[in-house]
Nanobody, 123 residues
């Protein structure tokens, strides 16, 4: 079982950058595909991106392609979301999640979730 804790959120001006971190406490972290999702007020939780178990595959939603990079450190049980050129529409609570379904963007496929970290981008 994985317990996930996100950090790194905050308030940033448009055009700025943030790096979100997600620390996992389980002993099987490297066996999970890790995803990042976000939820803005009044909206459904949406897929942002994912990274495969060995970092060989990443996928991103079109709205963040070219601005976001996901990486992971299996030895350190952590996954990261580097966000650049942030826009006000990126404002949301960001969640990391773990799944054994390879490359799934479907939130229903994810078994474990963190508590989320707030990202606010001011214009």
């Amino acid at each position: 079982q994985e317990q996930l804790v996100e950090s790194g959120g905050g308030l940033v001006q448009a055009g700025g950058s943030l790096r979100l971190s997600c620390a996992a406490s389980g002993r099987t972290f490297s066996t999970y595909t890790m995803g990042w999702f976000r939820q803005a007020p009044g909206k459904e939780r949406e897929f942002v991106g994912l990274i495969s178990r060995n970092s060989g595959i990443t996928r991103y939603v079109d709205s963040v392609k070219g601005r976001c990079t996901i990486s992971r450190d299996n030895a350190g049980n952590a996954v990261y979301l580097q966000m650049n050129s942030l826009k006000p529409e990126d404002t949301a609570v960001y969640y990391c999640a773990a799944t054994r379904s390879p490359w799934s963007a479907n939130r229903e496929s994810y078994d474990y979730w963190g508590q989320g970290t707030q990202v606010t981008v001011s214009s």
